[in-house]
Nanobody
Framework: QLQLVESGGGLVHTGGSLRLSCAAS????????MAWFRQTPGGERAFVAT????????DYADSVKGRFTISRDNPKNTMFLQMNNLKPEDTAVYYC?????????????????WGQGTQVTVAP
């Protein structure tokens, strides 16, 4: 199991940028598939991006492709989400998630390690 802690959220205006971080405990971080999800009040927790344990491949929700970039630094047990050209509809609580399995997974039920979330608010 991993303990995950997100940081980097905040308030920005439309078109602005934020970089989220997810710090993981444990010595097996490099074995975990990592992902970002987001959730609005009253909404479901939705997939944003995922990255393989090696960092060699990533995938994104259509709504963020071309604007968000997921990356990881395995020696530092940290994952990142660079968010550019932010829009008000990106406003949500962003969660990092991890699971120790092969392949890319997009549904929240496939992940068994979660952080506490960080709020991102994009003002018009």
């Amino acid at each position: 199991q991993l303990q995950l802690v997100e940081s980097g959220g905040g308030l920005v205006h439309t078109g602005g940028s934020l970089r989220l971080s997810c710090a993981a405990s444990g010595r097996t971080f490099s074995s975990y598939l990592m992902a970002w999800f987001r959730q609005t009040p009253g909404g479901e927790r939705a997939f944003v991006a995922t990255i393989l344990p090696t960092g060699s491949r990533a995938d994104y929700a259509d709504s963020v492709k071309g604007r968000f970039t997921i990356s990881r630094d395995n020696p530092k047990n940290t994952m990142f989400l660079q968010m550019n050209n932010l829009k008000p509809e990106d406003t949500a609580v962003y969660y990092c998630a991890a699971v120790r399995r092969s392949g890319l997974w997009y549904d929240r039920g496939s992940y068994d390690n979660w952080g506490q979330g960080t709020q991102v608010t994009v003002a018009p």
